[in-house]
């Protein structure tokens, strides 16, 4: 009786052991992965957005891992949005967390759309 407990004991400790050391593989195999990973869309753009006849101009910036940053000024000074673009170019909602300024669209068709309370409009950008 005592015996079969120890045995019932050490497969469930070896089965745990098996399932840890595989979640541990896969979370080194995605490290490497994510380690390893260059954006198609790496660099630095250039671009415009417009709301009816005005005109504005921001820089973006994509970064190895797919993360994006963007410069744009207001006034005296400089607003920043973050967000990521994907494997296809689609930019979801990079935006300012002080503004509320929000940019959506692709960078391989090289247009979208720009959002900021009720104001809205349309972008293009190249890439430099």
Same mark, same amino acid.
């Given at each position: 009786?005592? $015996?079969?407990? /120890?045995?019932?004991? %050490?497969?469930?400790?070896?089965?745990?052991?098996?399932?840890?050391? @595989?979640? /541990?593989?896969?979370?080194?195999?995605?490290?490497? @992965? $994510?380690?390893?990973? !260059?954006?198609?869309? +790496?660099? *630095?753009?250039?671009? !415009?957005?417009?709301?009816?006849?005005?005109?504005?101009?921001?820089? %973006?910036?994509?970064? *190895?891992?797919?993360?994006? @940053?963007?410069?744009?000024?207001?006034?005296?000074?400089?607003?920043?949005?973050?967000?990521?673009?994907?494997?296809?170019?689609?930019?979801?909602?990079? +935006? $300012?967390?002080?503004?509320?300024?929000? %940019?959506?669209?692709?960078? +391989?068709?090289?247009?979208?759309?720009?959002?900021?309370?009720?104001?809205?409009?349309?972008?293009? /950008?190249? *890439?430099?």
């Amino acid at each position: 009786m005592f $015996s079969r407990i /120890i045995c019932r004991f %050490l497969l469930c400790f070896l089965f745990a052991m098996a399932v840890s050391c @595989e979640r /541990i593989i896969e979370q080194n195999r995605y490290r490497n @992965e $994510s380690e390893n990973y !260059t954006s198609p869309f +790496q660099g *630095k753009w250039s671009g !415009t957005y417009t709301n009816n006849s005005e005109v504005s101009t921001f820089q %973006l910036t994509v970064y *190895k891992s797919g993360s994006v @940053e963007v410069s744009r000024p207001v006034g005296n000074s400089f607003d920043t949005l973050y967000g990521r673009v994907g494997e296809s170019g689609v930019l979801n909602s990079v +935006q $300012s967390a002080s503004s509320g300024f929000i %940019l959506n669209g692709n960078l +391989q068709t090289k247009t979208g759309v720009w959002k900021q309370g009720n104001a809205s409009g349309t972008w293009t /950008i190249i *890439k430099n």
